[in-house]
């Protein structure tokens, strides 16, 4: 019998609290959500409160069933689930699912160490039913709005097609992007000079000036240049100031998202997953957080640990407060739970994470560094506009030490230290240049640097961010990806020995990298819900709906008056739009003008399988031709001219051996065809300006790939090499062995091949730990960032401090939540003897029938 028995979302901290708990406690996972909303269908009655009809997630049943079999066992039940609203509705979830009594102990923790979870063991509470109902509030809230708005997509945007959907949080992320994208379109670059000047200081020494001011034309600016050509450069004035930088607060979810961004190039849902895995290995505080606090036994700790590691001079203890007024100040930031560990994490990528957050937590509570600012003003005697340089000197390093925040626009170059500098000092020019600069339009988002606006527009909280951003980005809404930039030309003017010389340079700008960009269909989409259900996207409106969660969350809002208020109005617009002709929203069409070919109407409008452009109408007697986008282009901004080099396809570029090679875009995207056979074009080749000898090159490497087919034979079978969706390749006993950096097709002998194949088999050889006779779909093992559980197709994380090869089937199943092999067994065995009886009962039954069709 179970004395005591808790109950946690993931396996990985059921591993960790049942090793700080004792012998007395049996700690479980429930996995997560064991009720929610069942999928098909609304679940909510309307009529009666908004009363939502759970279920018990299909594949959690057999799970449900154990825990109601060890609750009922055990003496007390612990309901241990996460400090927030999600864990605190799993929390109640499980106690309806379990049926346990209504002051079953809730404990609460928002770290995974031993002094953390003994305290709260000697602290329960019961569940709090505000938090509960403030996140049942946001799921009936967010069904309402999908269940009734999606199929209103559907039918007015893409004609029937599902796919579509629209949410709360998430419109309005994709509202913020399309309107990025407006404005950046809208943007007319106005172009400036800028005006530099390097001096040479005693012989060898660089000093750079800049004019606080641009000119506006090539005429203003030569005008100076040529005033300064005899002029007499002076240090009119020096000015030193004392100046400090202090740190960043610690991390919330937000910032850690941002600087994760930022620093490491990480997603933001890859940085939760990391965090998450942290977090349960018991290194970090709860990442789900929008409070900079820390308590004052983390500000101990991280004191005596600068006081070691740096001495006391570096030591400057803060206590940050947070500006978003909805932010829990009884909840901490996110930091390690020992500031002695230097490094934690179970793979590099946790390791460099963890890295950031001991870093910031360190560096804020450090002392200020103390910089020392230099000015020098320099006169010209031709002129009285005025040169500026300026320098920086670190007196004092403090928190500089160890960490330095990150900015999205990192334009703003770090000032050097200035050379020794006098009043009245003569400055021997070494050049002065004018370069015209162009203004630039707003960048477009990032994911981190959208979770940031989100935030301050009090949209969503810390755990909506990332699912709001993979929920845009899976629904096609909105694609992340890097972006080439365009060249342009720009003028310089250089003063140099009192010469003035005009040249034409090139620069790139509009690159872009892993910025999001909206599609024609997160365009249409977005039109539509701003016109015909502006609440939905509205900034301030769904900023009010966040804040009326957080009162119910306080027990200042019922949940069920709060839904009514929004659902009346909402239902009604829905309706009325149901009914309505909104036919300009099914195709989001735009006519472009005339095809000055045939003189019919050029057109592009959003299908059911994407944007495409169209020439011409359907007619009795002729079709239209169609192209589709390219993935870069916009129903809205395309040009009459771009939308007909789209029908530039196929196209003959030339000839190879007296035959002709086609472009063109396939199934399988775009390649070159000659005599029948197609091969395809490098990811870098555009099929709309590739060259006849780009062309041959591709169809003889082709060829070469293929000469070099079959090697030879290893044991009595061919060994043969070829290329597939996933690169160069070597193939023996139905096997696809890719090949390493490095190797090519043309240049693989039959040896390295077969070096190949033996490290093959090695690898996965050495892929499986453990295997278990009596149950095959349960392995140990080996994979690319550690050993881990395998059961069926589910991945189950191995606790640090055990040893995967001591596994048994047993504790295998136990760390996957599942019953053990002999309780399986049992269960088996006890069906396999009922059999008998049920063949015995159904075959009476059978008999019983007959009698009584015979009497009849």
């Given amino acids: 019998m179970t004395k ?224 300064c050509v005899a002029a007499v450069f002076s240090i009119k004035n020096l000015e030193t100031k004392p100046a400090k930088k202090s740190p960043a607060p610690p991390f919330t979810t937000s910032t850690l998202q941002q600087e994760a ?67 829990q100040e009884a909840h901490e930031a996110i930091r390690p739970t020992n500031f002695s560990d230097r490094s934690a994490g179970a793979n590099k990528d946790e390791k460099r994470l963890y890295e950031l957050i001991w870093k910031r937590s360190i560096a804020s509570q450090m002392a200020d560094a103390q910089l020392e600012r230099t000015t020098a003003t320099i006169s010209i005697s031709t002129t009285p506009e005025e040169l500026i340089a300026q320098g920086e000197v670190i007196k004092f390093d403090g928190f500089l030490k160890v960490y330095l925040e990150s900015k999205d626009d990192e334009d703003e170059e770090a000032k050097g230290m200035l050379p020794p500098l006098l009043i009245g000092q003569n400055l021997n020019l070494g050049e002065m240049k004018a370069t015209e600069k162009f203004t630039r339009p707003q960048p477009r988002y990032a994911e981190a640097s959208l979770v940031k606006k989100l935030e301050e527009m009090g949209i969503g909280r810390p755990s909506t961010y990332a699912p709001t951003i993979s929920t845009i980005i899976n629904r096609g809404y909105v694609i992340k990806e890097d972006r080439p930039g365009q060249q342009r030309e720009f003028k310089e003017m250089t003063l140099q020995r009192g010469q003035i010389q005009e040249t034409v340079g090139k620069e790139t700008f509009g690159s872009e990298k892993s910025k999001l960009f909206p599609t024609n269909t997160g365009v249409v989409v977005n039109d539509f819900l701003v016109e015909y259900f502006p609440d939905i996207v509205d900034f301030k409106f769904t900023a009010s709906v966040e804040k009326e969660f957080d009162e119910i969350a306080e027990g200042k809002l019922d949940w069920q008056k709060m839904l009514e208020s929004f659902y009346g109005d909402f239902h009604q617009n829905v309706e009325t739009i149901q009914g309505t002709s909104v036919a300009s929203f099914k195709t989001g069409a735009r006519e472009l003008g005339l095809d000055p070919r045939t003189g019919k109407k050029v057109s592009a409008r959003l299908g059911r399988y994407g944007a495409y452009v169209q020439i011409g109408e359907a007619t009795d007697d002729e079709k239209p031709q169609f192209a589709n986008l390219r993935k870069d282009q916009l129903i809205e901004t395309i040009s009459l001219q771009e939308a007909l080099e789209l029908f530039a396809l196929p196209r003959e570029v030339g000839f190879f051996e007296d035959k002709p090679m086609v472009i063109g875009v396939g199934k399988f995207g775009p390649y070159v065809k000659h005599d029948d056979k197609y091969v395809s074009l490098a990811k870098d080749d555009d099929p709309y300006t590739v060259s006849a000898e780009r062309a041959i090159e591709l169809i003889q490497q082709k060829r070469a790939e293929s000469a070099s087919d079959t090697l030879g034979e290893y044991e009595g079978k061919p060994v043969s090499t070829g290329k597939g969706r996933f690169g160069p390749y070597v193939k023996f006993e139905d096997k696809y062995i890719s090949l390493p950096k490095g190797d090519t097709l043309a240049g693989i002998t039959l040896d390295r091949a077969i070096e190949l194949i033996l490290q093959k088999r090695q690898a996965e050889s050495n892929k499986y730990i453990k295997e278990f006779a009596g149950n095959p779909s349960v392995k140990v093992v080996n994979g690319m960032y550690g050993p881990y559980i395998a059961v069926g197709k589910r991945n189950i994380k191995i606790p640090k401090d055990t040893d995967p090869a001591s596994l048994t089937l047993d504790d295998c199943l136990a760390l996957a939540g599942e019953p053990a092999a002999a309780e399986k067994g049992k269960a088996k065995a006890d069906k396999s003897a009922d059999a008998p009886k049920k063949a015995a009962a159904k075959s009476t039954t059978k008999v019983g029938t007959a009698a009584k069709k015979t009497k009849k």
Wanted: charged share 30%.
């Fill in 261 to 327: 961004s930022r620093k490491l190039s990480f997603s933001v849902d890859r940085t939760m997953r990391l965090a998450q895995a942290l977090y349960e290995a018991g290194k970090i505080s709860y990442m789900r957080t929008d409070s900079t606090n820390l308590s004052q036994e983390a500000i101990d700790k991280a004191k005596a640990e600068i006081e070691t590691e740096f001495g006391d001079r570096y030591v400057h203890t803060r206590q940050y407060r947070t500006k978003n007024e909805s932010a």
């Fill in 4 to 227: 005591n028995l808790v109950i946690v979302e993931s396996p990985a901290k059921a591993k960790t609290i049942e090793g700080y708990l004792g012998k007395d406690f049996t700690v479980k996972s429930s996995f997560g959500h064991v009720r929610d909303l069942p999928k098909d269908g609304m679940a909510v009655d309307v009529q009666n409160g908004f009363r939502p009809s759970y279920e018990i997630s299909p594949d959690k049943r057999q799970l449900v069933s154990e825990l109601k079999k060890l609750a009922k066992d055990a003496e007390e039940v612990w309901l241990a689930t996460d400090d927030d609203r999600e864990g605190e509705a799993i929390s109640w979830h499980l106690k309806e699912a379990l049926g346990l009594r209504d002051n079953t102990k809730r404990i609460v923790f928002r770290e995974i160490t031993k002094n953390a979870i003994l305290n709260s063991i000697q602290a329960p509470r019961t569940i709090d039913l505000d938090l509960v109902n403030a996140q049942q509030a946001r799921r009936v809230l967010d069904r309402l709005v999908g269940y009734e708005l999606s199929p209103v997509l559907w039918r007015k945007i893409k004609g029937g097609s599902t796919g579509l959907s629209a949410g709360r949080v998430q419109s309005v992320a994709l509202r913020l992007v399309v309107e990025r994208e407006r404005e950046i379109e809208k943007h007319q670059s106005k172009s400036s000079f800028k005006v530099t000047a390097r001096f040479i200081v005693d012989g060898n020494k660089v000093l750079n000036a800049e004019l606080p001011k641009n000119f506006a034309t090539q005429a203003e600016a030569r005008t100076f240049l040529e005033r």
